[in-house]
């Protein structure tokens, strides 16, 4: 019985550590995504600089960039936000007795 606990108890914490090294992949990724982004708003930019006034269709960079502005904004602020502690849960006590007697 002890070793069942023991296992039991095991698998709980190694199910919590991976879903908090997920939790810092995901920051991660979002923070791979916000430099992509940055870099992403320099070459808009670079290529609002290039385009030219007078040319009888225009592309709106400024909603272009309003809209990496929102994205970049929502990531930061997710990433700022405390992060809840993962809190595994509690394991009842399991019966040691599954025979019933009868008097």
Do not use: C
């Not at 808009?44 to 009888?56: E, F, I, K």
């Not at 990496?68 to 809190?87: A, D, F, S, Y």
């Not at 849960?89 to 019966?95: E, G, K, V």
């Amino acid at each position: 019985m002890r070793v069942f606990k023991t296992i039991l108890f095991s698998s709980l914490i190694a199910t919590s550590t991976n879903a908090a090294a997920d939790i810092w992949a995901e920051r991660e990724a979002l923070s791979n995504i916000q430099s992509e982004l940055a870099a992403l708003e320099a070459l808009v930019l670079n290529a609002r600089a290039r385009s030219n006034a007078s040319d009888r269709t225009q592309f709106d960079y400024e909603i272009l960039l309003s809209d990496l502005r929102k994205i970049q904004h929502g990531i930061t602020h997710h990433l700022t936000v405390p992060m809840e502690p993962v809190v595994p849960s509690t394991i009842d006590a399991l019966s040691v007795n599954y025979t019933e007697h009868k008097q």
